[in-house]
Nanobody, 127 residues
Framework: QVQLVESGGGLVQAGGSLRLSCVASGRTFSSYAMAWFRQAPGKEREFVAAVHWGGPSTYYADSVKGRFTISRDIAKNTVYLQMNSLKPEDTAVYYC????????????????????WGQGTQVTVSS
């Protein structure tokens, strides 16, 4: 029902910036959330950030607070992740995710609550 198309990954030097985009098609999510997760080599998939269409409320992992900003464009069904002050430890495959139902609060942090996923885009931060 829903397809997520990501773009914006690439190679950047430490301290640099990058913006990821994710476009959702097939349905509208005016009161739903969209989120970013990432998985680094040898690491478990971890939550990065999320935004709810309705609030809008935003959620961030402690590791990215103050550096990353998630935003949305409702008309375009698009979510963005602006990543500033990038560090080598931010290197990972970044995944866009969306739920098939409204979620709020703590469930926002867990990948199991998301039903649709993008293909993943590689972000590499060099030192």
């Amino acid at each position: 029902q829903v397809q997520l198309v990501e773009s914006g990954g690439g190679l950047v030097q430490a301290g640099g910036s990058l913006r990821l985009s994710c476009v959702a098609s097939g349905r509208t999510f005016s009161s739903y959330a969209m989120a970013w997760f990432r998985q680094a080599p040898g690491k478990e998939r971890e939550f990065v950030a999320a935004v709810h269409w309705g609030g809008p409320s935003t959620y961030y992992a402690d590791s990215v607070k103050g550096r990353f900003t998630i935003s949305r464009d409702i008309a375009k069904n698009t979510v963005y992740l602006q990543m500033n002050s990038l560090k080598p430890e931010d290197t990972a495959v970044y995944y866009c995710a969306a739920p098939s139902h409204p979620i709020w609060g703590s469930p926002t942090y867990y990948s199991r609550n998301y039903d649709y996923w993008g293909q993943g885009t590689q972000v590499t931060v060099s030192s």
